[in-house]
């Protein structure tokens, strides 16, 4: 095996789930190989907002990061809260904070991803982490000796060797594919699309995102998310199978909902495109995967982690990625790398999220029948103190929790 190039662990991407397992490892301590198939900074295809999950997590990490954010004010707009608007066009402004003085760090950003994720690749610590950029991992293959990788470099083939191996490489990871035998499933999968334009009117002065639960996407929904430079980035999720079933041309919706949607044209009347459309795929949570086996685990996307709500990605993908140096330490100072030992990883990451994964697979089916979100969000809209307990419920799941109470929805019936 001297031909191979040696390594006790291996992370395959080097995006927010890879970069964040490669700081959390160097901080124990933990050598390892990092490779991603692109040099950075690179685009990934996104909504570009980064949640409070994902401030937690950068503080865990390293506190100069969110000074960074702060700082770069031409490249990160700091966000305060988001606006819901049901599908009869009624909206509710939720701020992120109930009250906006307790803070002057704003709960979320909105950053280009291009941005974003080199940032988090220029923080990761090369003492610990060999950063193998533009080397695409072609194979990953079991032998007696370990896990065997093969990459390509410049059109040169390398060859490493390693005790286990980390699928961090998004929906099409090599790892997820390979040894876990994963699938695309349509119900448990959404088609995205984005582009970005610039003069958008109507934007919120504190920079609420924006998700509008559009009739014929559902549960899937259109948003306009605010950056900095009076620039917005703009799209669409819908699940995959809808697409089938009710036979929607992406593209088309997304220019009719620009040109026809009756109060979103106004605002795009003297917009204009700056990017092409692109597309991408989300690998939705809604349906347990195996994050583990002997000798891999999967983080972030790679895991099929992004919210079932909401979509989002990025603050999974850090926490999953945070779980994972916790059980990859434990592995080597057993020297254990079994499928029995390392399922302690999904007991542990999914203890962490299963409330807020449920909740949020509960929130979808209800988002299904405009009926009820209309009736909802009719009451939300007139009723102060139902606004402060939907403003709670972004950040308190005992909160959230209510929205499964039949108590719940007596209150909003008779305005209480």
């Known amino acids: 095996m001297s031909k191979y190039i040696k390594t006790d662990i ?5 995006g927010p789930a890879g970069a964040t397992l490669s700081i959390f490892l160097a901080k124990r301590q933990i050598p390892h190989i990092i490779f991603d198939k692109t040099e950075f900074p690179r685009d990934k295809i996104c909504g570009d ?18 000074d960074e954010l702060n ?32 803070s002057n760090q704003s709960p979320g950003y909105i950053i280009r991803r291009i941005d974003f994720d080199n940032i988090l690749v220029n923080a990761i ?3 610990y982490a060999d950063i193998k950029l533009n080397t695409e991992v072609k194979s990953v293959e079991y032998t007696d000796a370990g896990i065997i990788l093969k990459a390509i470099k410049n059109e040169q083939e390398l060859n490493y ?26 119900e448990h999968y959404y088609a995205g699309l984005r582009t970005y334009y610039e003069n958008v009117s109507g934007m919120h002065d504190q920079n609420f995102i924006e998700l509008h639960f559009i009739k014929d996407l559902l549960p899937g929904y259109f948003w306009i998310f605010p950056l900095p430079n009076n620039q917005v980035n703009v799209g669409l999720g819908v699940l995959t199978n809808q697409i089938k079933e009710k036979n929607i041309n992406l593209k088309k919706t997304l220019q009719n909902i620009l040109n026809e949607h009756p109060t979103i044209k106004e605002r795009f009347k003297n917009a204009r495109p700056i990017d092409e459309v692109r597309g991408w795929g989300l690998p939705l949570a809604s349906s347990r995967k195996r994050l583990s086996g002997e000798r891999f685990l999967l983080i972030g ?33 057993a020297g254990d790398f079994s499928e029995e030992y390392l399922s302690d990883y999904d007991k542990l990451f999914y203890d962490e999220l299963k409330d807020e994964l449920r909740l949020s697979e509960y929130i979808q089916r209800l988002v299904q029948k405009p009926w009820l979100f209309n009736f909802v969000f009719n009451r939300l809209h007139k009723n102060k103190s139902l606004q402060e307990v939907f403003t709670g419920m972004l950040s308190d799941l005992d909160l959230r ?8 929805y007596f209150k909003i019936l008779f305005n209480r």
């Open 10 to 14: 291996a992370v395959i991407g080097a």
């Open 49 to 66: 907002g980064l949640s409070g999950k994902v401030v937690h997590y950068l503080r865990k990490m390293n506190n100069g990061l969110l």
């Open 71 to 102: 700082q770069k004010s031409n490249l990160a707009a700091p966000s305060w809260g988001v606006r819901f608007v049901a599908p009869n066009g009624k909206a509710v402004d939720v701020p992120f904070y109930s009250d906006q003085k307790k």
């Open 125 to 127: 610590d090369k003492k």
């Open 161 to 186: 060797q390693c005790e286990m191996v980390i699928g961090a490489g998004g929906d099409r990871s090599i790892v997820a594919k390979k040894l876990a035998g994963y699938a695309m499933q349509p």
């Open 301 to 333: 996307d790679a895991g099929s982690l992004i919210d079932p709500l909401t979509g989002e990605g990025i603050g999974n993908a850090m926490q999953s990625a945070h779980a994972a140096s916790k059980i990859i330490e434990r592995a080597l100072i």
């Open 401 to 408: 929790a209510k929205l499964r109470s039949p108590g719940f």
